[in-house]
């Protein structure tokens, strides 16, 4: 596994290498989805190519929900390498703490946009997640294991409650739209998509422009759709 993310990381998608990306001296946020999270020995591969590039660790925070770190903050610091397992940073969200929580910016509706401090405080976001995750509640396209992920409880609930409205698909696909808005906000162009065969084993590492790399995705989903039908 090492291997295949170092070699992810040595070839980004139509975007700088990480060493062009992040200077010593900024603050990073890792932000990682739920499959990620829940498997400690690849966080802190992930973790150790992005300090390699020449980050004081102490710089780095590993962002997870606040249940997750109870659970997990352990044994992914064990699998850190040594000479920095102390150092590196992890934080959990807790979507009703204020003290977790700043203002992006304004909503059209003019309502605030909280996410969690450690994102908006960041000079650099890395977000990395599994692609098509259909199993995670926080999946509404790429990049939504920053929002609604790590937002504020009352976006969660409007999010994890749109299943219950009229129109579904129509309400969802604004929901997409608007987890595109706000990363865009954040300044957040890369993205870390990890591909996984039925058995949730790992087949590919993908880094680079999250735009490139959506479409990417999609053309490679469609010719498996394609061939799963028959069609050719």
């Known amino acids: 596994m090492k291997r295949i993310i170092a070699e992810a990381f040595r070839q980004p998608v139509n975007f700088p290498h990480m060493s062009q ?8 946020t890792v932000a990682a989805d739920a499959f990620v999270v829940s498997r400690p020995s690849l966080l802190a591969d992930f973790v150790a190519e992005i300090v390699a590039v020449g980050l004081d660790a102490s710089d780095v925070t ?3 929900l606040e249940q997750e770190r109870k659970m997990h903050e352990e044994p992914f610091r064990d699998a850190l390498p040594e000479e920095y397992r102390a150092t590196i940073q992890v934080a959990g969200h807790n979507p009703l703490d204020p003290q977790c929580l700043a203002m992006l910016g304004v909503a059209k509706d003019d309502s605030p946009v909280m996410l969690n401090r450690t994102l908006v405080d960041a000079d650099v976001v890395i977000p990395i997640e599994r692609h098509d995750k259909t199993a ?42 608007e987890v595109g808005e706000i990363v865009y906000a954040l300044g957040v162009m890369m993205t870390v998509q990890i591909l996984t065969n039925p058995q949730d084993e790992i ?19 469609a010719r498996v759709e394609i061939r799963s039908t028959g069609e050719v």
């Open 136 to 177: 995670d509640m926080w999946h509404f396209g790429m990049q939504s294991v920053i929002y609604p992920r790590f937002a504020n409880d009352e976006t969660q609930k409007r999010f994890l409650f749109s299943g219950a409205k009229k129109n579904r698909e129509k309400h969802c696909a604004a929901l997409i739209a």
């Open 62 to 64: 590993v962002l997870m």
């Open 21 to 28: 990306v992040v200077y010593r001296g900024d603050k990073v």
């Open 203 to 221: 087949i590919q590492v993908i880094i680079g422009d999250a735009k490139e790399i959506g479409k990417i995705l999609t053309r490679s989903l």
